[in-house]
């Protein structure tokens, strides 16, 4: 039997680079050869959102990006959360299992805590189970997620563990898989590319964004003037580089470093170099927009399919924990 793969995304907005370079490349080049479910997690979303009108266009956004990226609902299956109200359920029965202190310790919890003081909600510090419920439900084994998210698979596989010791043999401890770029710095050079930060590339931003996101970029600081050598190993635009330009890369690290090429030159060229990446993932999109009818086929059938796997593991799950 094929490992079973699975990951989920929020629908905070579309797509953008970070998450396509940390996660959503490895979604795509795992479907191949794995048993692969994905998410659009609306339900985590709630954690942070307070206006959630946009929440449904979010969803839909994030659905086209991800089949435009290339995940192929013949072979994987696609699906929203919330229409599969099982995992609810589920994240109710693993808080019976998960001590609360392991969550009050939570990097991200601490983090949200401190960003939003005025909503710190049960959702909040519930955030980590409902992710171990998402994953568990399917009895997935690999979960491919940027390098952010592994506090919170190692505190899925203690609850893992812990339920399995106590209830029986139920589910495999779930494992990271990390592409080669797991944490893609903003282009201010500093934090994690976000779009909550707005220091992000939309997947389906216009080519002219693009170009105006990447020359605003920050790139090696030591660099004042254009006569200054720089040091690629030090700039966040020499990692995109690396990703977008991979066949001239060494030119641009020995031409950065003797100042024959400078900042201004060098972001014109990356700008350049994503907009050529990027335009048949933006091409499609645009097809896939187009046909709303497949894009309601493809929710549906998702969500139908998760459902059926879904139901069988709540059976095991409530015969196991005594309920049935
Ligand atoms: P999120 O939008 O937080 O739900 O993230 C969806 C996926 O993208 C998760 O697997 C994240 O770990 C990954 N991701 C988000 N931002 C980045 C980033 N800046 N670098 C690498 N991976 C990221
Ligand atoms: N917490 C993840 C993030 O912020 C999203 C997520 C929810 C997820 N459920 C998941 C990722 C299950 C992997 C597996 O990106």
Redesign the pocket.
Known sequence: MKKRV?????PTGRIHLGNYLG?VQNYVAMQDEYDCIY?V?DI?ALTTLEDTHLLKDNVREQMIDLLAAGLDPDKCILFV?SHVPEVTELFTLLGMATPLSWLLRVPTFKEKAKQQPHNVNYGLVG?PV??TA??VLYKAEA?P??E??LP??ELAREIVRRFNDQFGPTFPEPKGKLTSFPMVVGLDGRDKMSKSLNNHIELAATPEETMKKVMSAVTDPARRLRSDPGHPEVCNIYKLQKHFSPAIVDEIASECQSASRGCVDCKKQLGAAINEYLAPLRARRAEIAADQAYIDKVIKEGAEKARAIARVTMVEVKQKMGLL
């Open positions: 699975f990951s989920g995304i929020r996660a998410c997690v985590h959360q955030y409902l992710m998402d994953i979960v997620v940027g952010d998210q919170h698979l």
